[in-house]
DNA sequence: GTTTGACTTAGATCTAGTCTAATGTAGGAT
DNA sequence: ATCCTACATTAGACTAGATCTAAGTCAAAC
């Protein structure tokens, strides 16, 4: 079914119920779940797993470079399963939910050497903020 | 000494010692500071102050427009009194440093209607990330 | 000088996330 | 097939950051 699965286990990744679990969940649906979303559909599955053990995985998802971290404000971060598209996001003011967008150009290139204050800059986000249209609506 | 304590009293808005506190912490400095930040700061000016009026404060301070709220990870929001002249950031990955920064481009143009997904996209930020000249050499 | 509604306070509470010590188990060795 | 053990999981305590509450205070309109 997924690729996913068979890409950790090819990393010596120690697979046990819990993490496959959590990656099934992650895989399946490409929304921008929180931690708590993911640990809510991970029970469904498999009753006992603890909310521990959803972060510690989500945790190690993110450093294996499978997963990626998103906090766009102080609400719970987000896990984006799309990690292997380069994209940004929009992000709706109101409830909270996240598309993968993809703009033109490169901000990158945008930030010329003066501004960049001895930093070594590596990556940028760029997120757009509005209403999507059911909080539009309202 | 600042126009923001005249700009907050000409919109009516009731002038106490906590908030005069407050405005001037952000005022004097112009650099990101956490909430508790400002708190430590006003306490030596006010002893008595709350940590309640401070977050009251510095909210009613982003809701009149004079003050950003920046919440580029899950670490504290910090508080950015450069209200008045757009721009973004950049952020040490490592010790979450702020500096403002000005990059050419508007992201805003950067996003095709079909990328929008019905949203009513108001407003971009594009934050750099990587390691300040600190946490590079360390 | 009074009045009053807005402001401030200490401390409880909430949410998201991390840590710990005890227990369980995947998967290599035998 | 079973045994080991290093790694994984668990429940629940803990933390940081932020918000809420109810009681007390005070700026400013009169």
Chains 1, 2 share one sequence.
């Not at 090819?10 to 679990?21: H, K, L, N």
């Not at 470079?65 to 987000?78: C, I, M, N, S, W």
């Not at 380069?86 to 967008?101: E, K």
Request: glycine share 8%; charged share 30%; with cysteine.
């Amino acid at each position: 079914m997924s690729d996913l699965l068979e890409r950790l286990r090819g990393r010596g990744w120690r697979m046990t119920a819990q993490r496959r679990v959590v990656a099934e969940v992650l895989d399946g649906e490409h929304v921008h779940l929180t931690a708590d979303e993911v640990h809510a559909r991970a029970v469904t599955k498999l009753p006992e797993i603890s909310r521990a053990t959803v972060y510690n995985t989500l945790g190690e998802l993110v450093s294996l470079g499978e997963v990626l971290e998103v906090a766009t404000d102080k609400r719970a971060k987000r896990y984006d399963p799309n990690a292997h598209r380069p994209h940004h996001h929009l992000v709706c003011a109101r409830c909270g939910a996240i598309r993968d967008v993809h703009p033109t150009g490169n901000p990158l290139a945008d930030l010329p050497d003066t501004e960049r204050f001895g930093f070594t800059v590596s990556d940028v986000e760029v997120t757009y903020r509005g209403l999507c249209p059911d909080c539009a609506g309202a």
